[in-house]
């Protein structure tokens, strides 16, 4: 069963597509908790970090300045960011694709809360 990431990148599913490349895709949040809040995902599925091989070093370096080519398009660069991937249910995953959230667009406190 594809992921929903995997059915947006192969347009099946409407999205606020914002950069797509032979390597990675980029899209909107459709639940944002930041004014820019942005997926970068590789097109292969990967399901977690966990996963990843020698082979996909190169689309996660592209998933990073895939990043910084969308901040400085969001006008976020300068004031700053957040670039954040989560690993497995413990990790805050939701979907079961690897991706990064790219986040900024007001200042975005700690990244985690004491308890």
Same mark, same amino acid.
């Given at each position: 069963?594809?992921?929903?990431?995997?059915?947006?990148i192969r347009g099946e599913l409407p999205?606020?597509?914002?950069?797509?490349?032979?390597?990675?895709? &980029?899209?909107?949040?459709?639940?944002?908790?930041?004014?820019? @809040?942005? =997926?970068?995902?590789?097109?292969?599925?990967?399901?977690?970090?966990?996963?990843?091989?020698? /082979?996909? /070093?190169?689309?996660?370096?592209?998933?990073?300045?895939?990043?910084?080519?969308? &901040? &400085? &398009?969001?006008?976020?660069?300068?004031?700053?960011?957040? =670039?954040?991937?989560?690993?497995?249910?413990?990790?805050?995953?939701?979907?079961?694709?690897? @991706?990064? @959230?790219?986040?900024?667009?007001?200042?975005?406190?700690?990244? =985690? =809360?004491?308890?």
């Amino acid at each position: 069963m594809p992921t929903i990431f995997a059915r947006i990148i192969r347009g099946e599913l409407p999205s606020d597509m914002v950069y797509q490349d032979e390597l990675v895709t &980029a899209f909107r949040d459709i639940n944002p908790i930041a004014p820019v @809040h942005i =997926l970068i995902v590789p097109n292969k599925h990967i399901p977690t970090v966990n996963d990843l091989t020698e /082979e996909d /070093e190169q689309v996660m370096g592209r998933m990073l300045l895939v990043a910084k080519k969308l &901040a &400085a &398009a969001e006008g976020i660069a300068e004031s700053g960011y957040r =670039l954040m991937v989560n690993c497995n249910r413990d990790g805050g995953q939701e979907v079961f694709h690897v @991706h990064m @959230h790219l986040m900024g667009g007001r200042p975005l406190g700690p990244m =985690l =809360l004491r308890r």
